[in-house]
């Protein structure tokens, strides 16, 4: 009965490599976001979509691709790994009511990135 | 612009003893929400509790409570007769009316030694 669930929980990986995460909520939330927290512990905002369109993308490099293809799944594509991409990758979910009244952001468990 | 501090990085007491962790915000915008999660050792990030700008009442859930003060911009949160579980990264948040993402402070370590 997890509510955001997120593939896979640890990612090792060589710089230059591609990859992704999956991220799947069945809280029924119409908003998923994407989250990344750096070595220091600071959690940054990516990406957020609602309904499948991409709403926020906050300065991220191209090589973050986000891709939803339903409601309920946002996955992350990122491309050309680098060192500096080595983080803790969390995403979200929220439902969206009328006059932009904004539920509770629900996280997943967070995808651990090291890029060697 | 939105803007959360969390001026504690780090906070050591040994169990029993009250904690308050302070969190001041900046925002514009006249109607948000105020948050505070917690980040355990296992990583995971656990709401706690969300506050609306037009809603000023104390809340207690527990040994936890909250205090909001917007004449301060502040949305303290003091746990009682801390526990060692109480051990986590916590984290004050901010979202203006509208807005599609959450502010983050910088969080602060919370270490409660038996």
Redesign the interface.
């Known amino acids: 009965d997890t509510a955001v669930s997120q593939t896979p929980k640890y990612l090792v990986t060589q710089m230059g490599n591609d990859k992704s995460i999956k991220c799947e909520q069945n809280l029924g939330h119409d908003?998923m976001?994407w989250?990344k927290q750096d070595s220091?512990?600071?959690?940054?905002?990516m990406f957020?979509y609602?309904n499948k369109e991409l709403?926020?993308n906050?300065t991220v490099p191209n090589r973050f691709s986000p891709k939803s293809p339903d409601k309920a799944h946002l996955n992350l594509h990122i491309n050309s790994l680098e060192l500096g991409d080595s983080a803790?990758y969390?995403c979200?979910s929220s439902q969206l009511y009328r006059q932009?009244?904004?539920e509770?952001?629900?996280?997943?468990?967070?995808t651990?990135l090291l890029v060697l | 612009a939105q803007k959360v501090t969390q001026a504690q990085t780090e906070i050591s007491v040994v169990e029993k003893e009250d904690v308050t962790l302070d969190c001041v915000y900046e925002t514009r915008d006249t109607t948000y929400?105020l948050?505070w999660?917690k980040?355990p050792p296992s990583?995971?990030?656990v709401?706690l509790i969300?506050r609306n700008s037009f809603d000023e009442q104390n809340e207690i859930s527990g040994r936890y409570s909250w205090n909001f003060q917007k004449s301060t911009s502040s949305f303290n949160f003091t746990i009682t007769a801390s526990q060692v579980v109480d051990s986590a990264?916590y984290?004050c948040a901010l979202?203006e009316?509208?807005?599609?993402?959450?502010?983050?402070g910088?969080?602060t370590?919370l270490t409660i030694n038996p």
């Not at chain 1, 220091?40 to 905002?45: H, M, R, S, V």
């Not at chain 1, 509770?104 to 967070?110: A, E």
């Not at chain 2, 009316?97 to 983050?104: D, I, P, R, T």
Request: positive net charge.
């Open positions: 908003t976001y989250y220091k512990k600071f959690l940054k905002i957020s609602n709403i926020i906050e803790v969390f979200a932009l009244k904004r509770t952001q629900y996280f997943g468990p967070g651990r | 929400y948050f999660y980040q990583g995971e990030l709401f969300r990264v984290f979202s009316w509208g807005a599609q993402k959450l502010v983050f910088q969080g370590r």
